[in-house]
C-alpha cells in the first residue's frame, strides 16, 4: 500500500462521512442502552457536543471519540466507518 502523503491524507479527510461516523455512535450508543446524556456525563463532553456528534455536523478529535468508545464499551474502529462501504477502516 503506497505511503499516505499530507495531501492525500488531507483528501481522505475532507471526503470523509461524518454522518457515517454519527450514525455508527447512535448504534453503539443504543446498543449500549444509553441516552446521549449517559454517554456525554460519563465521558465527561458537553451533551450538545454529542448530539451533534450523532447529527453528523462539526468534527471530534480521537480523543473524544476514544472517550466515546470507552464508555459504550467499544473500540474506536467501530465508531471509524468509512461512508462509502461501511466497512471499519
Same mark, same amino acid.
Given at each position: 500500500? +503506497?505511503e499516505? @502523503? +499530507?495531501?492525500?491524507?488531507?483528501? %481522505? ?5 461524518f454522518a457515517?461516523? !454519527? #450514525?455508527?455512535? /447512535? #448504534?453503539a #450508543?443504543?446498543?449500549?442502552?444509553? @441516552?446521549i ?6 465521558? !465527561?463532553l +458537553?451533551? +450538545?457536543?454529542l448530539? =451533534? $456528534?450523532e447529527? !453528523?455536523?462539526?468534527?471530534? =478529535?480521537?480523543?473524544? $471519540? %476514544?472517550?466515546?468508545? %470507552?464508555v459504550? !464499551?467499544?473500540? /474506536?474502529? /467501530? $465508531?471509524? /466507518? ?6 471499519q477502516l
Amino acid at each position: 500500500m +503506497p505511503e499516505e @502523503t +499530507p495531501k492525500t491524507a488531507a483528501h %481522505h479527510a475532507a471526503q470523509y462521512d461524518f454522518a457515517e461516523l !454519527g #450514525r455508527a455512535v /447512535v #448504534r453503539a #450508543r443504543e446498543a449500549a442502552g444509553m @441516552t446521549i446524556s449517559d454517554v456525554a456525563e460519563s465521558a !465527561g463532553l +458537553p451533551e +450538545p457536543l454529542l448530539d =451533534d $456528534l450523532e447529527r !453528523g455536523q462539526g468534527d471530534v =478529535d480521537l480523543e473524544v $471519540l %476514544h472517550a466515546i468508545a %470507552h464508555v459504550l !464499551g467499544v473500540g /474506536v474502529g /467501530v $465508531l471509524i /466507518v468509512s461512508g462509502e462501504s461501511g466497512q471499519q477502516l
